[in-house]
């Protein structure tokens, strides 16, 4: 990763508002538009102290005739290398962009620093309290089930979170719960299936600094080969479970490196088993689970992990097909050990340590939260 500093001065006789008015609503999104520029951040310099002393005194007095900041602006640029920065600074675009700050900001000085490490996430030896305070993660599903589990139990632990579904009105009521809550969360309608609409909403999001996804969505339509509708059947469980999970990573792919982020999937324990008659689902998720190892190897290098959880039976309207007939729950419970259902709240726990720092040393996992389930 590679970051250009912009120190930006207002032109002499210029006030700070038309300064700020113009950078706000011209020259960032100007910048920040370019497909190059992996992200962007603009800081607006309120204050500037010189210490020269081992213990100033923060409530001093400013000396006198000082008249404000030397420096007005602070804005960072993240590029992927060397190459894609000098690509831009050699296009008619950045011929655009130096002309209307010199033109209306002022005097610009840059720097270029090799972004190392964007984010320290290597855990806290002086104690074990999981937190997602300072991130944002994207929850697909989150409207319902294990995924609105998800959402509300991530913004408890601190972080903002991103709520995407295809379902408006019950996204809209995990978006206003979590509210009450005290956290913070904001709703996209989206269908992950529509590979378009994922790079648009991470297009429109270009601004925001996501650190994780949770690609959760999915769909389980009872089916077997050779009856009626298993045709649609195969196609939507793929194109959701599987081809979610690609479109939404792909899309906000370059979100994650500028953060150094995470990606946590939702597999499934059906991924290792022939029993429950529906090859759609099962092999859907067994795509998963090789799309997070995979990928784990894949993103490394960029700082980007990938793990996933790997559910058993867990009660939510998507399984509730399953638990109709007696017989097929006694033959389910005598698989778990623990002998009972998981509840969507069962997964939180696994999900917040895999996206904290706890976990920073750990990527191509595939844990199961299943009562036991996969051992028998």
């Known amino acids: 990763m590679l970051k250009r500093i912009a120190l930006i001065t207002r032109k002499p006789g210029m006030s700070r508002e038309a300064f700020l008015e113009h950078w706000n609503e011209v020259h960032g999104p ?41 420096v007005d602006g602070i804005a960072e640029l993240w590029f992927a290398d060397r190459e894609s920065m000098d690509e831009l600074y050699a296009s008619p675009h950045a011929r655009v962009m130096q002309a209307d ?12 620093v090799e972004e190392r490490t964007a984010i320290d996430r290597r855990p806290d030896a002086r104690g074990l309290v999981l937190s997602l ?16 589990a998800l959402a509300l139990g991530i913004a408890r632990a601190g972080a903002a979170v991103i709520a995407v579904d295809i379902d408006a009105s019950s996204l809209d009521e995990v978006v206003s719960t979590i509210a009450r809550q005290g ?8 269908d992950v299936a529509d590979r378009a609409a994922c790079r648009t909403l991470a297009r429109d999001l270009a601004q925001q600094r996501i ?30 479970n599987a081809g979610g999970v690609f479109n939404v990573t792909a899309a906000f792919l370059r979100h994650l490196e500028a953060t150094r982020g995470a990606i946590l999937n939702m597999s499934s324990v059906a991924a290792r088993s022939g029993r429950g008659m529906n090859t759609a689902y099962q092999s859907s998720k067994a795509a998963v689970t090789q799309m997070t190892r995979g990928w784990a190897v894949e993103l490394a290098d960029r700082g980007i992990r990938v793990n996933a959880i790997a559910p058993g039976p867990i009660e939510t309207a998507l399984t509730r097909h399953t638990r109709g007939d007696p017989d097929r729950v006694a033959k389910t419970l005598s698989r778990v050990p623990l002998n009972r259902f998981g509840q969507p709240e069962d997964l939180v726990g696994a999900a917040v340590f895999l996206l904290s720092g706890h976990a920073a040393f750990i990527t191509g996992s595939v844990l199961a939260v299943d009562g036991g389930f996969d051992a028998t």
């Open 133 to 148: 305070s300072g991130e944002c993660v994207l929850v697909t599903g989150a409207a319902s089930g294990i995924g609105r």
């Open 211 to 240: 650190s994780a996804l949770v690609n959760n969505a999915g769909v389980a339509i009872p089916s077997r080969l050779g009856a009626d509708g298993i045709d649609a059947a195969w196609d939507k469980t793929w194109a959701v």
């Open 101 to 112: 700050g010199l033109a209306h900001l002022g005097t610009i000085t840059t720097f270029i």
């Open 183 to 190: 956290g913070s969360a904001r709703g996209h309608v989206l």
């Open 30 to 70: 100007l910048v920040s538009e370019h497909p190059n520029v992996l992200r962007y951040v603009q800081d607006n310099v309120v204050h500037k102290e010189r210490f020269v002393d081992r213990n100033p005194d923060p409530n001093r007095p400013l000396p006198a005739g000082y008249q404000g900041p030397e």
